[in-house]
């Protein structure tokens, strides 16, 4: 499968790991938008954007959420953060391998768009 992230999580393209588990790779976005720009992703191609979450392939999503807290503690943001997620392409998603920005290090805007 041509998917940048999978080749992330095979080594097959470098990148700043920021967490990592059996489950999950967390690691710092090549384009960051703010100090802290890490992108947190399943290690398993099965997801491809959140119109593809059912009640059967959820539980790796809520496994994301709860290593959140702990990448943001490593990242040095844990007072405050946001966590985006880009669907489709009117969401401007441009990886079909489901994934989760954590941004933060900074005074983030209101403003969300
Ligand atoms: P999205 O637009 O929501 O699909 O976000 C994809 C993000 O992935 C985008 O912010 C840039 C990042 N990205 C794309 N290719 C690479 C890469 O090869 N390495 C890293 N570290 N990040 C990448």
């Given at each position: 499968?041509?998917?940048?992230?999978?080749?992330?999580?095979?080594?097959?393209?470098?990148?700043?790991?920021?967490?990592?588990?059996?489950?999950?790779?967390?690691?710092?976005?090549?384009?960051?938008?703010?100090?802290?720009h890490?992108?947190?992703?399943?290690?398993?191609h099965?997801?491809?954007?959140?119109?593809?979450?059912?009640?059967?392939?959820?539980?790796?999503?809520?496994?994301?959420?709860?290593?959140?807290?702990?990448?943001?503690?490593?990242?040095?943001?844990?007072?405050?953060?946001?966590?985006?997620?880009?669907?489709?392409?009117?969401?401007?998603?441009?990886?079909?391998?489901?994934?989760?920005?954590?941004i933060?290090?900074?005074?983030?805007?209101?403003?969300?768009?």
């Open positions: 499968m041509d998917c940048i992230f999978c080749k992330i999580v095979a080594g097959e393209i470098p990148s700043a790991k920021v967490y990592e588990d059996d489950r999950i790779l967390a690691f710092k976005d090549i384009n960051p938008c703010a100090p802290v890490t992108i947190i992703i399943p290690k398993e099965s997801i491809t954007c959140c119109n593809d979450i059912t009640e059967d392939n959820a539980e790796i999503v809520a496994y994301i959420f709860s290593k959140i807290p702990h990448i943001a503690k490593l990242c040095g943001t844990e007072e405050g953060y946001r966590v985006v997620n880009n669907c489709g392409a009117l969401g401007a998603q441009s990886v079909f391998h489901i994934h989760f920005h954590l933060g290090g900074t005074q983030l805007s209101e403003k969300l768009n």
